[in-house]
């Protein structure tokens, strides 16, 4: 009977027989692609293969105890009238904020303390940068320190931009480093080194932190990087490292490329799959922590961005702020 229906269709509607046989091939293929391991849309998968799913490579850390912190403090910023830093640092340390530094004396500094040289101190990195900055404004800092500080190059320089787009030089280079000698051999990490955005008259981007790195008494560079965490109005918001209690160590797990997160709010937020357990898993490249350790290994994309996930590390719980 069916076999009559369809041959009476066919004859008044040779669409329909096209349509079908369309739709025959459109599944076929997926089916092959997916045999082969190209990625197929969701509902073309079976059950089976879903529970196949291979799981989600684990990225290897490192946990090591980060003394700096650095943040953009408030009021205005620019060139001409500066702009404020808010340190935070678990031992005496010096801040020294290099003015108008130029692009390829930062990467040979940072080059150097990799192969050969080991930019601990203040002075060393002076040496290194080789007055390749146009002013160098420097803070000593106590551990109880948790001060605003200002810094502008003086107005006797007449600096008011770096030039037009793309430029050599980056407005501000703040570096962080222990002041005592036994601190540096207490902590792994021995200097932080920030690039700042500053609003200047030919570029009025609003100042920002462009890029961080952590230099290591072994010689290693790691770039911070921040998480993306569910906030409470279900978004997603970004988190920085900050020490929960002022004489307690930020806590960094380090790879490659270092990762941040903190001890907040955001921590306790249940994982948007099952939304019963804690998310403790960070999902790579995307960045997004937004599962947990039984969820993670059901999806091959992000659930918030769609992002191909190739890897994952995990959240360890603890009082102090993880990396």
């Known amino acids: 009977m069916a076999a009559v229906f369809l041959v009476t269709l066919y ?22 692609l997916g045999w082969f391991g190209f990625d197929v849309p969701v509902i073309l998968r079976s059950s089976d293969e879903t529970e196949s799913l291979l799981p989600t490579p684990e990225k290897k850390m490192v946990q090591m105890t980060n003394p700096f912190i650095l943040e953009m403090g408030s009021g205005p910023a ?42 601990s101190t203040p002075h060393c990195l ?29 107005a006797d320089q007449g600096i008011t931009d770096f030039g037009p787009l793309p430029r050599e030089r ?39 932190v462009l890029f961080q790195y952590l230099l290591t008494s072994q010689g290693n560079m790691f770039e911070l990087k921040p998480l993306f965490m569910s906030a409470d109005s279900g978004g997603v918001s970004e988190q920085r490292a900050q020490p929960s209690e002022p004489n307690e160590a930020s ?30 898993k960070v999902l790579l490249p995307c960045r997004h922590a937004c599962v947990c350790d039984s969820c993670v290994s059901h999806f091959q994309h992000c659930p918030m961005c769609r992002a191909f996930v190739q890897e994952s590390f995990t959240l360890t719980q603890g009082p102090a702020a993880e990396q």
């Open 170 to 208: 980056y407005p501000l280079v703040a570096v962080l480093t222990l002041a005592e000698p036994e601190a540096r051999n207490t902590y792994n990490i021995v200097a932080s080194i920030t690039v700042i955005h500053v609003p200047d008259d030919k570029y009025s981007l609003s100042a920002r």
């Open 78 to 119: 620019s060139v001409a009238d500066g702009v404020s830093l808010m340190p935070c640092c678990l031992e005496p340390c010096v801040l020294s904020c290099f003015w108008g530094c130029e692009v390829s004396a930062l990467q040979a500094v940072l080059q150097a303390h990799q192969h050969h040289a080991r930019l």
């Open 126 to 154: 002076q040496e290194a940068m080789q007055l390749r900055y146009h002013h160098c404004h420097s803070f000593h800092l106590g551990s109880e320190d948790r001060e605003e500080h200002r810094t502008q190059i003086p």
């Open 11 to 32: 004859e008044y509607s040779p669409l329909f027989y096209i349509s079908v046989v369309s739709l025959c091939f459109v599944v076929t293929a997926a089916m092959v």
């Open 251 to 280: 806590r960094v797990e380090l790879s490659p490329v270092a990762e941040e997160a903190c001890q907040s709010e955001g921590r306790g937020k249940d994982c948007v799959v099952c939304q019963n357990a804690a998310v403790n």
